[in-house]
DNA sequence: AATAAAATTGACGCATCGTCACCTTTCTCT
DNA sequence: AGAGAAAGGTGACGATGCGTCAATTTTATT
């Protein structure tokens, strides 16, 4: 009854190998049946029918339906923060740190809209937030950072808290105007932000 | 079995007295539960234990779980309204609007503590937004306001929606990140939002 | 007082959850 | 290779919570 066929040609064992398979089947199978019923209607067993598996397979993977979603929050965390990462290291002013940053974020967004999407729709109905331990690493690598900048003076010396709080805030708000939007700007967006942050919002009036 | 005693000295039939009397009952008694047991781990039978009535009466005044925990959303909305109605329609120039409408979230915040506490008890685990229709309400006047500003010159004129975003973002993170703090501040956190907005951030800085 | 209207009640049927005893597959060791 | 052990898969089951609804009680109307 295992419709799963083993392509993997690591050398690992079947039973790793079949374990793997299973959790990403899983994973891929909830990202969809998310996107389709949204979080709150779908259940375990919608996941999990989709993989051929029994029921109580899933949990053996997951503890629950959070965290499979959880999971997939963190698989998409995973994918933007080396980018982040790199944004951030090769800053040399506070204005470069901030546009790169936004840069990244928001582009992403645009780029992987199908997880993004799939996020914002649960969100509306009940919501497994974005800035768990997990999700946020990165930008808790960039407060961290932020405190670091501040050493070395390419960030002012303000609240490091606050001022990370203040980010992710604008991050996030405007990611969510923006894939509302008919033809998301991500560079516009991170001008916007940077902007906004260091500038003063003068500086990029609004085209009618 | 009942066990609410009617108080109120207004003249309203008794339908409608104890309809009112029911519907703060299940309120307050949420409002109570949801702090204890958490958003998710509460059921509509503990909510309704707490009132003395019975299970199926909740559905006569509230559709779900959801319905209740948005309805306390609202109640708050509803406190902090008009003081930012106030702020807004005083301001004069951009900075005083802004430093206007984040002193009186940041205070309601701190003040209002329990209510805004309960919810972000439950922000964590499972979420229903505050940035919905209702409870954004006093935002959505925001936008209003800032495109009626923009037009009366108080506003700097830039993208609007992107403004009101971000500003919604600094707002909620900010106060997020307050309310942990020891001897939360809200001057000084609408002071750093103001400047991060208005002056760029230099003009704050942080005292180590 | 009788009748109508409205609201309350709690038992019921339904859905989903998470577990667990049993079974199948993979691994290990000689 | 084969036997025993360990890991993992299975699906039926008990438990829990949901939302409904026919019956009942309470309030309004005439």
Known sequence: ?????????????????????????????????????????????????????????????????????????????????????????????????????????????????????????NSGQIRVRMDTPEVIAGFDELRVDIDDGIERGVVPNVDPEYLTAALIGIAFEMADRMVQRDDPDPIAAADFATALVVGGIDLVPHKK
């Open 1 to 121: 009854m295992t419709q799963l066929e083993a392509q993997d040609p690591a050398r690992l064992g079947k039973r790793e190998k079949t374990k793997a398979a299973n959790q990403q089947a899983i994973l891929d199978a909830a990202r969809k049946v998310f996107a389709e019923l949204g979080y709150g209607a779908t259940t375990v067993r919608d996941i999990i029918r989709g993989t051929g598996l029994a029921s109580g397979t899933f949990y053996n993977y997951f503890k629950s339906k959070e965290e499979v979603f959880q999971a997939l929050m963190d698989e998409s965390a995973l994918r933007v923060r080396p980018a982040l990462i790199q944004e951030r290291l090769k800053a040399t002013t506070f204005e470069e740190f901030l546009r790169g940053m936004f840069l990244v974020f928001f582009s992403y967004v645009v780029d992987d809209n199908r997880a993004y999407t799939m996020m914002r729709a």
